[in-house]
């Protein structure tokens, strides 16, 4: 038997604590419940992949992903790794309705694939852009924490902080001012999770700028399916409007862009896999939209494959790859390239992804 072809695949769940539960305006994760998906070549070689289970935004579940990867290790026992392209090309058809699974089984062809060729994964997606310094979330909660927070994040070095609203809107201007206060100077992203209609994100908006606070980029400021109200904004403000939410799929994006309803686009690998992630990369730099790198809660193993494809394929404007910072301990190894102020060091990686559960995972 060839060295590459898989022989052996493994679906085990993962779960670790967080320093801090991470809510947003439509829900909260009070711990890191993923998967991780192993595949094994018959010569030794390893690939890793990792599900992130977002209920409360996609709605798949933990117990279906974990049948789907199961699914998916079935499919690709007996493939070659060389032929990673065909491995992949499987996965979209079966597993196109678990997109976590979708990317966490696609994630471990490719860090097989590219360990089995020797070379880093961002290598593999071109090479652009080796080093990419993440923001950090502040997520809701009251003023006083994300005053806390954001000192102790900006000591600690990092420059952008990527604010989470949409649960109260008197709150949320506090929470502002008072990252504005322990941050002065440095940039703010909005999330508002689909929390706003159109005119109410507008005035947010201006009653922010009244305050001296102009945020970079406005983020999913409406629910997913108000392509008029994201259309609406993205002509009448000032910054880069963003779907998220609203750009879950390849055809998603096609037809806001198409529609010129939006600005930017925050691509997350486990809302599209690797294939249509390219693809909608693809498309936004053809029309000149701006891109963000995202991410839903996940360990360093494949928040640093989303900072591959990112560093890789190049021309991001904003990267949004911090959920790391906000788990106590994940289990993985080798993730040193990720320095403690948010910057990943691609060029530190030697193959694939870099990053390996520890023993015990
Ligand atoms: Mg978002």
Redesign the pocket.
């Known amino acids: 038997m060839k060295d590459s072809v898989i022989k052996k695949f493994s679906v085990k769940e993962f779960d670790s604590e967080l320093f801090t539960p991470f809510t947003i305006s439509s829900g909260s994760h009070r711990s890191l419940e993923n998967v991780l998906f192993t595949l094994e070549a018959a010569g030794g070689v390893k690939g890793f992949g990792e599900a992130a289970i977002a209920t409360h935004i996609t709605g798949e579940t933990r117990a279906r992903t974990v049948k789907s990867l199961r699914r998916a290790g079935e499919l690709l026992a007996g493939r070659d790794a060389a032929n990673y392209l065909g491995a992949m090309c499987v996965l979209e058809g079966a597993l196109d309705g678990n997109r976590a699974a979708l990317a966490a089984a696609q994630m471990a062809v490719l860090d097989l694939a590219t360990r089995l060729q020797g070379v880093p994964l961002y290598k593999f997606f071109g090479g652009k852009a080796p080093r990419l310094k993440t923001d950090i979330t502040v997520v809701i909660g009251g003023a006083a924490a994300a005053y806390d927070f954001t000192l102790k994040m900006r000591r600690g070095g990092f420059r952008i902080f990527k604010v989470k609203t949409g649960s109260d809107m008197d709150e949320d201007f506090r929470r502002l001012e008072a990252v504005k206060k322990a941050a002065p100077g440095c940039a703010i992203y909005l ?1 508002a ?1 689909c929390a706003y209609g159109a005119r109410e994100a507008e005035r947010f908006i201006n009653d922010l700028a009244r305050r001296g606070i102009r945020p970079e980029v406005l ?2 400021p409406v629910p997913k399916d108000d392509i008029g109200g994201l259309a609406y904004l993205s002509r009448r403000l000032p910054m880069p409007v963003c779907a ?1 939410e609203s750009a879950y799929s390849l055809d998603d994006v096609f037809n806001l862009i198409r529609k010129k309803a939006v600005t930017a686009v ?1 691509i997350k690998l486990t809302k599209l896999g690797f294939l249509r992630a390219r693809e909608v990369w693809a498309l936004a730099r053809a029309s000149g939209i701006k891109l963000m790198m ?1 991410e839903m809660l996940e360990s360093e193993l494949a928040s640093a494959a989303a900072a591959h494809f990112a560093g890789g394929l190049g021309g991001f404007d904003f990267i949004d790859l911090d959920t790391p910072f906000f788990i106590k301990d994940s289990g993985m190894r080798g993730a040193s390239f990720l320095s403690k102020d948010g910057v990943y060091s691609l060029d530190r990686v030697k193959a694939g992804i870099g990053v390996v559960p520890g023993a015990g995972r």
């Open positions: 999330d999770n983020e999913q998220d925050n995202g």
